[in-house]
């Protein structure tokens, strides 16, 4: 299948490892020119250099800037003044109890989960609109629709993206813009690795015995038992977001390895 994102200009932000990473590189092999973000320039400028030796033919922009800090968002906006693919997919997570969570974490998930998306699509989505084409996605969580109360911080921001999406399809009205949520379930990715690793530290097991006590004990309601690679969750993202994928709009799609366990 031709994706059609030759020369299409995609900023995915927080892909220097990850899920970010994984649409980038589909979305490179696919001929999209990406753009990837991250706080270090040494991380950016790695996966610049990696895609560009796997990918010669196409385009790829390193744009280094934490994004919760508004004037570093100033200067993304100053570097690359319009996109026709945003993925908001950079985001914050950690388990806490709720008794523990303080008005200043709960801010700070609001902040980085929620508002840096939102701004970046107030940015972004006027030229979209202007132009009859673009795609707006937010990576949320299958917490948004199934909170596990490890991480109410977490989930409650992920909710909200799904609201902000739905919101923001409805500005998009008989245009080629569309505005969608994909909700991956647990995948993993360095951080989710690490997570494993101290989970299990001394106790001598492989990584495929890590990965299946933990779906036992800690994810019983996923119905393919493993860890979705984030590779899986690129190459949907990638399609969502290509231009053959026009009749999604304010979807909430999910890719959970069936984790949640009602239809809808
Ligand atoms: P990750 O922690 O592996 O990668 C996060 C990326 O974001 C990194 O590139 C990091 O440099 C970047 N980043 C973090 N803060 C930043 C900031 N302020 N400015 C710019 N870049 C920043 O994350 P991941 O596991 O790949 O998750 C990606 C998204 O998918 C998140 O929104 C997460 O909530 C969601 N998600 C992850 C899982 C999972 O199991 N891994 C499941 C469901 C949803």
């Known amino acids: 299948m031709d994706l059609q994102l030759t020369n299409k200009r995609a900023l995915i932000t927080g892909s220097t490892k990850g899920i970010g990473k994984a649409i980038a590189t589909t979305?490179?092999?696919?001929g999209a020119n990406v753009i990837i973000n991250g706080r270090s320039q040494?991380?950016?400028?790695s996966v610049v250099a990696e895609l560009?030796?796997?990918?010669?033919?196409?385009e790829i922009t390193g744009a280094a800037y934490d994004l919760s800090d508004d004037q570093a968002l100033a200067e993304l906006y100053q570097q690359i003044p319009t996109v026709d693919v945003l993925i908001n997919n950079m985001g914050i997570f950690k388990p806490m109890d709720y008794f523990d969570i303080t008005d200043e974490d709960w801010q700070r998930f609001i902040d980085i989960n929620v508002m840096v998306g939102n701004k970046l699509a107030r940015h972004y989505m006027p030229t979209m609109l202007k132009q009859n084409f673009g795609r707006i996605i937010f990576i949320a969580s299958e917490e948004a629709i199934m909170p596990s109360g490890e991480m109410p911080q977490y989930s409650l921001t992920k909710t909200m993206n799904l609201s902000l999406a739905k919101s923001l399809s409805k500005l998009t009205k008989a245009t080629n813009v569309t505005v969608n949520t994909?909700?991956?379930g647990s995948t993993l990715t360095e951080g989710v690795q690490q997570m494993l690793d101290d989970m299990y530290?001394?106790?001598g097991l492989t990584q495929t015995q890590k990965e299946t006590d933990f779906m036992k004990n800690h994810r019983p309601l996923s119905q393919i038992q493993r860890l979705i690679r984030p590779e899986e969750i690129g190459d949907f993202v990638a399609y969502v977001a290509s231009p053959i994928a026009g009749a999604f709009s304010g979807e909430a799609l999910r890719m959970d390895g069936g984790m949640v366990p009602t239809i809808f």
């Open 27 to 30: 979305m490179a092999q696919e």
């Open 42 to 45: 040494a991380a950016v400028d």
């Open 52 to 58: 560009h030796t796997k990918f010669p033919k196409v």
């Open 182 to 184: 994909v909700m991956p």
């Open 201 to 203: 530290a001394g106790q």
